[in-house]
């Protein structure tokens, strides 16, 4: 079958294809990673800021800060551009994952 072609039998590495659960789920949480981590920093530093001071209060005291913070991250998820960069990032680590079997978390150690 389809994936378990390729040099490992996980995939054809040239495939771009993408599945639903890769469209739905995991391409999403490269957006959400990389939104969070590098377009909405300011927001995401006064979100995690006010949680830390208001402690168990948070949920009716960091209202602003939660909705600055919701309100970037939308702006990110509808950016074609930057959906399209998250898509091509995803397809760079399952080519490299399909041609040598070992995943991103464990190549840079």
Do not use: H
Not at 56 to 78: G, I, P
Not at 81 to 100: A, M, N, P, V, W
Request: glycine share 6%; with cysteine; net charge positive.
């Amino acid at each position: 079958g389809k994936y378990t072609s390729g040099p490992k039998q996980l995939g054809d590495p040239d495939d771009k294809s993408l599945r639903k659960v890769e469209l739905e789920v995991l391409i999403p949480k490269i957006m959400r990673d990389r939104a969070r981590a590098e377009k909405c920093v300011p927001e995401v530093t006064d979100f995690e800021k006010c949680c830390k001071d208001q402690g168990l209060l948070m949920v009716f005291s960091c209202r602003k800060e939660n909705s600055k913070l919701k309100s970037c991250l939308a702006k990110w998820y509808q950016d074609e551009t930057f959906k399209s960069e998250c898509r091509q990032i995803y397809l760079e680590e399952r080519t490299e994952f399909r041609r040598t079997g070992i995943g991103k978390k464990y190549r840079n150690q």
